[in-house]
């Protein structure tokens, strides 16, 4: 089992530019989580989804918008750069138990993005 | 809105010497708390979910507890391996995103 992987790995970009982070998860997992980690903070939740819909967002603005596909990847798209957006995004897979409930979320090393 | 609060923000240890870190936490309806472990510039990794009070689960030299008001990570005769990023996260509401801490920054010395 690979576990959640993530690509790119690193990536530089100037403001005002997008970008496309992408995530595989982890085998039998079908919810995807996208998080920005600052510098010395926790993560933040950006948003979830989950039968390729997005289920649940974070306090962060439209610039920011993913996608879910059939096989259960994930996208996460971020226009008009700005420096602040520089983080550690990390991908988070789950799956919804029989019960209906949430079991635990599984990362992936993250996606390092340098805005210039 | 949920809060997740976590003391001390860095602790230095020396081998053997144990310890417990603090995650103090206020939300409305908790459905789970979740200790992570973090090496620099990775993803967090999971180590324990806790989903009531009284509730203890251990992991080698790990062991976490929960309270309705906190929750412990007691570790035991830490190792330099230990060393990195402890973060606490809560799971609130109808979906499952999470609220994290800011984390403690272990360091334990030979």
């Known amino acids: 089992d690979a576990g959640v992987t993530q690509s790119p790995t690193h990536l530089i970009k100037t403001r005002g530019q997008q970008v496309t982070l992408r995530c595989s998860p982890k085998?039998?997992?079908?919810?995807v989580s996208w998080y920005q980690q600052a510098l010395g903070q926790g993560p933040q939740f950006i948003f979830q989804?989950?039968?390729?819909?997005?289920?649940q967002r974070g306090n962060f603005p439209d610039r920011f918008s993913g996608h879910q596909f059939p096989n259960y990847s994930s996208e996460l798209n971020v226009n008009a750069l700005l420096l602040g957006d520089s983080a550690l995004y990390l991908c988070?897979?789950?799956?919804?138990?029989?019960?209906?409930?949430?079991?635990?979320?599984?990362f992936g090393p993250g996606t390092r993005l340098t805005v210039l | 809105e949920d809060q997740v609060t976590q003391s001390p923000e860095a602790l230095r240890l020396q081998e053997g010497e144990s310890s417990s870190l603090n995650c103090s936490y206020t939300?409305?309806?908790?459905?789970?708390l979740f200790w992570y472990r973090q090496d620099p510039g990775k993803g967090p990794e999971f180590l324990f979910t806790?989903?009531?009070a009284g509730e203890e689960k251990e992991k080698e030299r790990l062991k976490a507890t929960l309270t309705k008001k906190e929750s412990f990570l007691h570790i035991t005769a830490p190792k330099p391996e230990d060393s990195a990023t402890y973060l606490c996260?809560?799971?609130?509401?109808?979906?499952?995103?999470?609220?994290f801490g800011t984390g403690t920054q272990l360091k334990v010395e030979l």
């Open positions: 988070a897979s789950s799956s919804i138990s029989t019960t209906g409930s949430y079991n635990e979320q599984f």
């Open positions: 085998s039998g997992h079908d919810t």
């Open positions: 989804y989950y039968e390729e819909e997005e289920r």
């Open positions: 939300v409305s309806g908790l459905r789970g």
């Open positions: 806790l989903y009531s």
């Open positions: 996260a809560v799971s609130t509401g109808g979906g499952n995103k999470l609220t």
